[in-house]
């Protein structure tokens, strides 16, 4: 299934990417004992986080599975910067000093099996003493968003709608509808269906051990809370016995361990949960519907403005 295609590609780059930006710190002293290293980035998408991994000195591969974001990644980060196409979990990784990932890409797979392929995969990348920094949705986030209503967004040259839904207790779908201009004074509709699989977390660490890494779970990257129901996982490949094969300046410290937040009482307000993959634009349910009466008007080149319940009846173009 190939995500975030032209369209919702341009939309995310442009209204979305506000979760890689709040992650970088967080991510960035995770990585200082690496930083001399390579940094391997899984589903980099249009370069939110990378652009502040590159700022850092760091060396990076910045990858993803979508040809439309890494276009837009391209135009944003220059000739430079080494971006590759690479798809989870099958395509092999390049030897890498650390493996990240932020917009839970993990969960964009298609069952728990290749999700736990794609962690051991990265595990067997990362050199002695590499850091290991992904988030990944738990089981918890499909409880948490249950019953959801649909979410509605509309900037000057792109509009966007969201319907959520839970099939299964681990899945978590989410239906996009984006709208954006043609070019000929209209407006060209697009869907997207995103199904995520929904993990339970506590396993991975187990997992991650028996391919060389000690992780640990947590809610936060650094002073970055994570939305309810996302999960970091962090952690170090092992050095050798002996401490032959490792890089200059890996330690055989571990991240500090992060705890996994206490399950919410019945009733209990939560947190704002992001209106979309990896933002952190907060949901507001006053404002999560399709009528989204208080949404700035559109112009289509038709007479008069419309609203997004209008442009529902916009057909699709490729």
């Not at 992060?258 to 919410?264: I, L, R, S, V």
Request: with cysteine.
């Amino acid at each position: 299934m190939h995500y975030y295609q032209r369209d919702l590609a341009f939309i995310h780059d442009r209204g979305y990417g506000l979760h890689g930006d709040r992650c970088a710190p967080g991510i960035g002293d995770l990585l200082a004992p690496v930083r001399d290293g390579l940094v391997l980035e899984l589903g980099c998408g249009s370069g939110a986080l990378t652009r502040h991994l590159l700022a850092a000195g760091l060396r990076v591969v910045a990858t993803d599975a979508s040809p439309d974001m890494l276009a837009l990644a391209r135009d944003a980060l220059g000739p430079g910067a080494d971006l590759r196409e690479l798809t989870l979990p099958g395509d092999p990784l390049p030897r890498a000093d650390a493996v990240v990932s932020v917009g839970h890409v993990l969960s964009y797979l298609p069952d728990a099996a290749a999700v736990e392929a794609a962690l051991a995969a990265a595990a067997g990348a990362l050199r002695p003493g590499g850091v290991l920094a992904v988030d990944i949705l738990d089981l918890d986030y499909g409880r948490i968003r249950a019953g959801e209503r649909p979410f509605a967004k509309a900037e000057e040259d792109w509009a966007i709608i969201t319907e959520f839904s839970g099939p299964a207790p681990d899945r978590f779908v989410r239906d996009v509808t984006t709208f954006v201009p043609d070019g000929a004074g209209a407006w060209r509709r697009g869907h997207e269906r995103h199904e995520n699989v929904l993990v339970d977390t506590s396993r991975l660490p187990g997992l991650l051990a028996a391919h060389g890494v000690r992780a640990s779970v947590g809610s936060a990257f650094g002073t970055a809370e994570l939305p309810p129901g996302l999960r970091s996982v962090t952690g170090r490949k092992d050095l050798p016995r002996n401490g032959a094969g490792a890089r200059p300046g890996h330690g055989a410290s571990q991240p500090r361990r992060q705890p996994a937040p206490a399950p919410a009482s019945p009733g209990a307000s939560q947190p704002p949960v992001p209106a979309w993959p990896g933002a952190s634009l907060a949901y507001s349910p006053a404002t999560a519907n399709t009528s989204a009466p208080d949404a700035p008007p559109i112009r289509t080149g038709l007479p008069g403005p419309i609203s997004l319940t209008d442009l529902l009846t916009v057909p699709d173009r490729p």
